[in-house]
Nanobody, 125 residues
Framework: QLQLVESGGGLVQPGESLRLSCVAS????????IAWFRQAPGKEREGVVC???????????YYVDNAKGRFTVSRDNAKNTAYLQITDLKPEDTAVYYC???????????????WGQGAPVTVSS
């Protein structure tokens, strides 16, 4: 069974960058589409971006307004790891970021079968 573990979150100042990692174990990550979701305090979980597996060209779809400019998703199947790079962080990016796996891209959380535990990101000066 696929297990996902996120890392790379923390406290950052506005304008800084960070890279979140999602390491998979128990199965081959390239069997799955990977998505990143985030959940801000008091808000619903929202899809940020998904990236298909190699069979579908590692194509990415961004769901958050203006995400494509500051968010970059990637995956290294050799390392069984997916990444989310975020630049020019803003206070409104504060959230717990989750990686999730399924068999097709969607921004709907119930579509995803496997979830990591989440990586908190706080953007504050």
């Amino acid at each position: 069974q696929l297990q996902l573990v996120e890392s790379g979150g923390g406290l950052v100042q506005p304008g800084e960058s960070l890279r979140l990692s999602c390491v998979a174990s128990g199965s081959t990550l390239d069997e799955y589409t990977i998505a990143w979701f985030r959940q801000a305090p008091g808000k619903e979980r929202e899809g940020v971006v998904c990236i298909t597996n190699s069979n579908y060209g590692k194509r990415s779809t961004y769901y958050v307004d203006n995400a494509k400019g500051r968010f970059t998703v990637s995956r290294d199947n050799a390392k069984n790891t997916a990444y989310l790079q975020i630049t020019d962080l803003k206070p409104e990016d504060t959230a717990v970021y989750y990686c999730a796996a399924a068999w097709g891209c969607s921004n709907v959380a119930p579509a995803y079968v496997y979830w990591g535990q989440g990586a908190p990101v706080t953007v504050s000066s």
